[in-house]
């Protein structure tokens, strides 16, 4: 935006300036009443600083003084090419003001498992990727295509995975697919397709899984879980799903011992694994664990997806399976949609092979690190009676704490009157209980100048709870 029509902007405040000191604390005062009220929308533009001090009678320094302080406080923020912009959300204590429904998130605080920090989806990143593929996409590829997928993401992913995550793969037993709710569906129909009855999957697990498991036909075995991931003694039927390298939505790391029994197990059962690897990248280790994939590629479906790295949004996922599965779950994948989005395809390939989307994997996983311990160490100051389990990675961690304090709902009700979204591990298991309690926190999911509060919302919450 041009810095003439940023001047030509109009502000309307309430401020008393005929006292000379204090000018820039009532200019801030006055912003701050505007946006808390409501009067000043989530991604209103404001004038320039010239404007305004042009318009108040104010120095320029005094008026740039109160956007950054309101900047730093998290009430507005600094676009380039775009000038300055009132934010999503802020760090004040004031509750935001409730939009209409199915506009946005009810919620002022959002701390719900399973999604990345979509602000910092690298856009210019992005855009230089996808001007690159529109330069150069040959015609052929806006027509229908292969349903596995464009082959310049499948080769860029064989080498991305093979490199990243030890998964021994090629480009033509590559599939792409619209997210991993898709994929496990296609996995799913070709298992009952062969007559296979009943899938195991872990207890508790993403509700999710047992529903399009079941609505495929077939049965659902749930095997239990423990500090050493799932317990392979537990398994049953013809397949297994399995989130090894940090399990949803408890937190283990899946021990080499059970690595290697559940591989036992599958050889010995004809039976075929489905390897979830939704935040793989995610481990704050130096030394990360790699696919389980690479102990038994004849046995394992690797699956992959975009929607914990970069954003849900872009609705792509893949799986690396074994040689005798690519015709029939590409058959699947033809009659289910004939094939995903060729163009973002070709941008995320671009990014693959720029490295941009190594440097956005390394820049995701510092920031999550910090939040982690920065949610472990609230809970543990402010909270007595709570504790985080599971290992240090990924985008979620688990609050647990003694079946004899709150219940679950209690805390739910309580976080629902703090205006704080946030999962119940109840929600998780597909047995019957008891089970113990405890909340999945999805420390990702916020953006950074909203990370502060939701965290504070959250101890508050519990607090009172542990208090009650």
């Known amino acids: 935006m041009s810095s003439s029509i940023m001047r030509s902007l109009d ?16 200019l801030v005062a006055g912003l701050r009443r505007a946006i808390e009220s409501g009067r000043l929308l989530p991604g209103a533009r404001l004038p320039s600083t010239r404007g305004v001090a042009a318009d108040l009678g104010l120095a320029r320094g005094t008026v740039t003084s109160a956007y950054h302080r309101l900047i730093a406080e998290g009430y507005l923020e600094s676009v380039q090419g775009s000038g300055t912009r009132v934010v999503a959300a802020h760090h004040g204590e004031a509750r935001a003001r409730r939009p209409p429904p199915g506009t946005c ?35 052929e590829a806006l027509d229908y295509g292969d349903p596995r997928g464009r082959p310049e993401l499948r080769q860029a992913l064989a080498d991305y995975l093979g490199r990243t995550r030890g998964v021994v793969t090629r480009p033509e037993r590559i599939i792409v697919c619209h997210g991993f709710t898709q994929a496990l569906g296609l996995i799913a129909t070709v298992l ?20 399009v498991i079941e609505t ?3 049965n659902v ?11 392979p003694e537990g398994l049953r039927g013809q397949a297994a799903v399995v989130t ?33 690897d939704y935040d793989g990248e995610f481990q704050f280790g130096r030394q990360r664990v790699g696919a389980l994939q ?55 390939a671009d990014l693959l092979r720029s490295g941009g989307y190594d440097r956005h994997v390394r820049r995701c996983r510092e920031r999550y690190r910090i939040r982690r311990e920065q949610l472990s160490s609230a809970v543990a100051r402010g909270v007595p009676g709570a ?30 009157r703090e205006s704080l979204a946030v999962a119940a591990l109840g929600g998780y298991w597909g047995t019957p209980g008891p089970h113990p309690p405890g909340l999945v926190v999805g420390y990702a999911t916020p953006p950074q100048h909203g990370y502060a509060g939701a965290l504070g919302a959250l101890v508050r919450v519990l607090g009172r709870c542990f208090a009650a």
């Open 192 to 211: 009952a397709e062969q007559g296979m009855g009943t899938v195991s999957v872990e207890d508790p697990c993403y509700p999710l899984f047992r529903n």
């Open 387 to 416: 504790w985080l389990i599971g290992e240090e990675a990924g985008l979620h961690a688990l609050v647990r704490w003694s079946p004899d304090g709150p219940g679950e709902r209690e805390v739910i009700q309580a976080a629902r």
């Open 105 to 139: 998130s009810p919620w002022q605080w959002n701390l719900r498992p399973g999604l990345p920090d979509v602000t910092m989806f690298p856009r210019a990143a992005w855009v230089r990727s996808t001007q690159r593929v529109l330069r150069l996409v040959p015609a």
């Open 221 to 231: 075995h749930p095997v239990g879980v423990d500090e050493r991931g799932l317990r």
């Open 216 to 218: 495929a036909g077939l």
């Open 244 to 276: 090894p390298i940090h399990q949803y939505p408890m937190g283990a790391t899946l021990t080499p011992a059970r690595r290697k029994a559940l591989v036992a197990w599958a050889e010995e059962a004809d039976a075929v694994i489905v390897e979830d």
């Open 11 to 26: 502000l309307q405040l309430e401020l008393d300036l005929k006292e000379r000191r204090g000018r820039s604390q009532q």
């Open 294 to 348: 690479a102990l038994a590629p004849h046995r394992v479906i690797y699956a992959g997806t975009t929607s914990k790295t970069l954003a849900p949004g872009l609705r792509l996922a893949w799986l690396a399976v074994p040689g005798d599965w690519v015709e029939r779950i590409a058959a699947a994948k033809r009659i289910a949609d004939q094939h995903s989005a060729a163009l973002t395809q070709m941008v995320l």
